[in-house]
């Protein structure tokens, strides 16, 4: 073969690979959606329900975030709120404990990571349905009652909730590009449901039947693909439920941002892998898995080899020289979205969109470098994602 065949071959091979992951895939669930769809049946059921929310250091939010759910439309005396402080060092336990005569249960840990903290409180849990939500998502008025509502059919196992992305004021690019993201991966969601099951919850808010409640035996994963992934290896639907709204506010900086999606890469292969033989003999599950998820942690494996086959074979070749251009056109943009990201033109979309992609997959590259590394991730921090 020669080196031309070769460089053709990966292009080609590089192609077929992004082209799946970013249409062929969206494209595969609207035709299932329509041609197969699975209804759900709702029902206006308030079951006994545990809202667990696990902080460290929070004090900035938790008192908000207190407020929020005490005033969520639910029957208060089937609700029971639960606070699980990872050993914070701040105010954050104190603020809570005076939400004591409101109903709010605090328990208090040594530090040992998010994963031991949603342990203990899925122990300490009274609720027949547990809600796990962060200390930052401030939920709609109705959410918890949209959360619940599918668990009225037994084949029901999870519902997730529909995170929602509050722009913020004197941030960059990276806002805009993160909302443009989430829309994106909802619509992909809600096909998914549509079908069977979502591939997985986000952490902002989910909620599960609590005899589905599978402890985490590995910190160093996503706790919320770890969680909710497992209610459908147990044979149960897992649902998105677009009413169920949890809002947080889009990342104010790009350095942030990047710095988040790394370790959010990390730990959220690591949680496929943990996964075992499910993650490819759960039929179409699987697919869902390895699409959405894990092959799009892999997308810079094969963005990468696509710009690199195609100078190659440019270099050689004029034909290929229009492929090429087009490439770097749209990393041109990126670069311009990124350096325009602080102002008015960085913020339109033709320029925060190719950004952002840009900023996603670098991000993604490095997180699955850091796994071949080696690192393991644990412990969290405020807004901060997860720290070694």
């Known amino acids: 073969m020669t080196w031309q065949a070769l460089a053709a071959a990966v292009f080609a091979l590089s192609l077929a690979a992004c082209g799946y992951l970013y249409f062929g895939y969206p494209l595969l669930l609207l035709a299932l959606a329509r041609l197969r769809p699975r209804p759900v049946r709702r029902g206006p059921v308030r079951p006994p329900v545990t809202v667990l929310i696990p902080v460290f250091d929070e004090e900035a939010a938790i008192a908000a975030k207190l407020d929020n759910t005490l005033a969520l439309d639910y029957p208060r005396e089937r609700l029971e709120v639960l606070v699980v402080s990872d ?39 009274r609720g027949e349905i547990l809600a796990f939500t962060d200390a930052t998502a401030l939920l709609a008025p109705g959410a918890l009652i949209a959360l619940v509502e599918p668990f009225a059919d037994p084949a029901v196992g999870g519902v997730c909730g529909n995170k929602r992305v509050r722009p913020r004021g004197g941030g960059d690019a990276t806002g805009g590009g993160e909302g443009l993201y989430w829309r994106w991966d909802q619509w992909q969601k809600a096909r998914e449901s549509e079908i069977g099951s979502v591939f997985a919850a986000d952490g902002a808010l989910y909620a599960v039947r609590r005899a ?29 439920e677009p009413r ?46 390895l699409s959405h998820k894990l092959f799009r942690h892999l997308a810079p494996f094969f963005l990468v080899p696509l710009v690199a086959s195609n100078l190659a074979l440019a270099l050689a070749a004029p034909a290929w020289r229009l492929p090429l251009a087009l490439q770097l056109a749209f990393y041109g943009l990126g670069a311009a979205g990124f350096a325009l990201r602080r102002t008015r033109a ?43």
């Open 212 to 240: 589905l409640y599978v402890p985490i035996a590995d910190p160093a994963q996503a706790d919320d693909i770890a969680v909710s992934a497992r209610v459908v290896l147990q044979g149960r639907r897992l649902l998105f």
């Open 346 to 388: 960085g913020r339109a979309r033709p320029l925060a969109v190719p950004y952002y992609f840009c900023l996603v997959n670098a991000a993604a590259l490095l997180g699955v470098l850091s796994i071949l590394r080696g690192d393991r991730l644990v412990a969290w921090s405020p807004r901060g994602g997860l720290t070694t």
């Open 87 to 125: 050993g914070s060092t701040d105010r954050t336990a104190e603020i809570a404990r005076a939400y004591g005569d409101r109903g709010v249960r605090l328990l208090e840990l040594p530090r040992r990571g998010k994963a031991h903290a949603l342990n203990r409180g899925a122990e300490a849990a």
């Open 244 to 289: 169920a709204e949890a809002w947080e506010e889009a990342p104010a900086e790009g350095r942030e941002e990047f710095r988040r999606k790394v370790r959010v890469t990390n730990h959220s292969v690591r949680a496929l892998l943990n996964l075992g033989r499910g993650l490819w003999t759960s039929g179409l599950y699987s697919v869902e898995l």
